[in-house]
């Protein structure tokens, strides 16, 4: 029997990610494909470059999409910068965490873990205590918007902490790139990696990822081989570097690239600051109604991401199937609770594109009608 | 200064991939987004799976796109079933060889490297004495389809020789598939992995895979950790894997799998041994295009591929110059060469929607022009 073109019905988005892609973003994903080498390429590659720095608020040359979704972006983080027996403080306040030290166990590395409850920032009195305990611990590892409880950690407090200790920090920022405050070099953030599906309203697939000079260095003088090919960001800058001839290394997915470049160029219209200031704005909106409804954010305030918020589900209430019902009678996603959290929470995003009135107000009157 | 949305020239890629894509595919990637676990995504993913097992002639279960591309997906080939100590038999004739053996070496494996000409198909009886050499080896790699070279290996008797002696065979078929004959199943592949930019014509971003139940029992069997968290099919599978629940494990590039399921229903509508057909029929009115151009094929013709022609350059032709005229005037891309043939060959594709009368005429009329 012959399969059919598929056709997608046309959600709201309003999970952890994806998140809505603005119409001129999926136009960009449809333009021409040309080659990886050619000449024209070549200078849209330059332009993502820049316009990630910016986004990024960092001079770092070493800024570029890794060919894959997030996961991978944090994986190329830790195995770049991570050989067998380094001991990785890994600060775990949600599912993320987690997946660092499973990645950081696979470098033969030794994780030491910080724990905080789902649903708070990391505490950053526990991972100055860590490297008390644990001096020759060569890098911290934190996830500064944890996608799956909705809790923003303090970055630059962090950073300052391991850099006291000689130590380098690797950032998170999958879900805080473009919705939060975020300034690499200003917090001294040594290797932070980001996805696209989230505040920069991307399909998924690509990983922007930037790492300073001090990270640089450390991997360039690596005792061991970076274990992954595909990651090896000495291979990688061959093709993605500056001024040298570019040398194929993988075939980058040119399509994504274009809607990519299609959203950070409209980041760049907006500016970036009225970017984080439209998230805040917008939560405080969704948060009010949110709470006239009797669902209230899990994260207290201060700790709390504008973008994407955890809210306790009222008791006796199925949670499936209340999110089954607004996709099918209001085609609105919204997310479940992961892990610590499932069943306990409903996570509600508005991030990027999603981030807009029509779709607070679409979600607290689907919400109202199914409640 | 502001950047502006970049608008690419409209190419045709003729060249070693990515190849033309056809409008419908290009149309495709611009569907409205949905989530990864929406369950209409998973009908979707279904077909995905079921399309890939007609492309690839097989029944196995595990059989999925990989999200990042083909040079991914030979990583993920590698590392989930060589450990440390193995030893990998690998059959070099052009530069992919050279990264399998990149790969098994950071597996903490040994790779004994079978070597032919580069050009040329690997010499099955080389295989054989590597086994009898190396008895204990666990696995032989190789590339059916050298995107390098353009030569086409046997791998029906590459795989007999493995399996007589007992080890896996893991087989390259980024170039192969769907524009030479390949028969997973019937010829005994073990692990297959792919790409989508060749004769599928889809943007280049992922890396169809698949696996039978010999290569499964051994991953599943490992003493040791996959090293790479994304790549460890033992976790994808619980995302791609067949009848229970769905759960995360990163999220899937979802525009970019809307254009490999409307390329897979293109070639199930064509019908794959038609696909396979148009190729040879076209190499073989190309190639007798570019003989009375004096431009003659460098791989012998029983071993030669249909959809990727080398073809050595005419003494005292800049062959730059001559690929940057064909750009510049005629919008044409073709192919350098790589490696061991930089500067001696070029390398002319006619793979999936590229593999077109229009283009063999245009790609003649213009090297005529030029040369």
């Known amino acids: 029997m012959a399969t059919k073109p598929f056709h997608p019905p046309v959600r709201t ?57 997030g996961s991978a972006g944090m994986e190329t983080a830790l195995v770049n ?60 590892a934190f996830v500064h918007a944890e996608t799956s409880t909705g809790a923003l950690s303090d970055a630059r407090t962090i950073a300052e902490i391991a850099h006291k200790h000689h130590a380098l920090v690797i950032a998170d920022t999958v879900t805080s790139l473009g919705g939060s405050k975020l300034f690499v070099d200003e917090w001294g953030l040594d290797a932070v990696y980001s996805g696209t599906q989230k505040c ?30 595909f990651m090896d960001i000495n291979l990688v800058l061959g093709y993605w570097g500056e001024g040298a001839k570019r040398s194929y290394h993988h075939t980058a997915p040119i399509n994504s690239l274009y809607g990519l470049h299609e959203s950070l160029v409209m980041l760049q219209e ?9 998230h805040t704005a917008n939560s405080k909106k969704l948060i009010a109604g949110l709470s006239e409804l009797g669902l209230e954010p899990i ?4 700790e709390r991401l504008a973008q994407l918020i955890s809210v306790s589900i009222p008791d006796g209430v199925d949670e499936a199937a209340v999110r089954s019902r607004l996709l099918n009678e209001f085609n609105l996603e919204i997310g479940a609770g992961l892990g610590a959290l499932a069943g306990k929470v409903w996570r509600i995003g508005l991030m990027g ?11 607290l009157n689907a919400l109202k009608a199914v409640l």
Chains 1, 2 share one sequence.
Not at 45 to 59: R, S, V, W
Not at 299 to 302: G, H, N, Q
Not at 353 to 363: G, P
């Open 200 to 229: 920069l309203s991307c399909p998924p697939g690509l990983s922007p990822v930037t790492f300073n000079n001090r990270a640089v260095e450390i991997i360039k003088n690596r005792k061991t081989q970076v274990q992954s090919w």
């Open 299 to 302: 994260v207290p305030e201060e």
């Open 353 to 363: 594109y999603s981030s807009r009135k029509e779709n607070i107000d679409l979600c």
């Open 81 to 140: 910068l991570v050989e067998p027996g380094d001991k990785v403080i890994v600060c775990q306040n949600g599912v993320f965490g987690g997946r660092m030290k499973s990645i950081v166990d696979r470098c033969g590395a030794t994780p030491i873990l910080v724990e905080d409850t789902w649903g708070r920032a990391v505490d950053p009195q526990k991972v100055e205590d860590a490297f008390i305990a644990n001096p020759t611990a060569k890098i911290v």
């Open 13 to 69: 988005l309003m999970g952890p990610g994806p998140s809505d892609i603005a119409p001129r973003v999926l136009e960009a994903l449809s333009r021409p494909t040309i080659g990886h080498l050619d000449p024209q390429f070549i200078v849209m590659m330059d332009e993502i470059k820049e316009l990630l720095k910016y986004a990024f608020k960092t001079n770092n040359d070493v800024t570029f999409p890794v060919s894959a979704p």
């Open 270 to 278: 907006e500016g970036i600051e009225n970017s984080w200031e439209r």
